[in-house]
């Protein structure tokens, strides 16, 4: 099984950078998909970032330009590094992993707050 667990979520002023981190201990990480997924009160949960198996990335429109998503297979972990962060990016942030047969896994999610 798989767990996520991640860390790194807090309180920034705007303008601030974070960097969130996501353990997944096991032997399937290399072959996975890992992302970062949002959810702000009152909205949907939306797609952060995503890197694929081969390290190719995805982002969200919102946060183009100042994430960016990063994995470690040696370490089995994924990280999201935020910078010029607004308070529209607060949010809890969920670590997320997934493979074309094996399943879907997710974390408990780490808050962060932008605010001054």
């Known amino acids: 099984q798989v767990q996520l667990v991640e860390s790194g979520g807090g309180l920034v002023q705007p303008g601030g950078s974070l960097r969130l981190s996501c353990a997944a201990p096991g032997s399937s990480f290399s072959i996975g998909t890992m992302g970062w997924y949002r959810q702000a009160p009152g909205q949907q949960r939306e797609l952060v970032a995503v890197i694929n198996s081969g390290g190719s990335t995805n982002y969200g429109d919102s946060v183009k330009g100042r994430f960016t998503i990063s994995r470690d297979n040696a370490k089995k972990m994924v990280s999201l590094q935020m910078n010029n962060l607004k308070p529209e990016d607060t949010a809890v942030y969920y670590c997320?992993?997934?493979?074309?047969?094996?399943?879907?896994?997710w974390g408990k999610g780490t808050l962060v707050t932008v605010a001054s």
């Open positions: 997320n992993m997934q493979f074309m047969v094996a399943g879907n896994y």
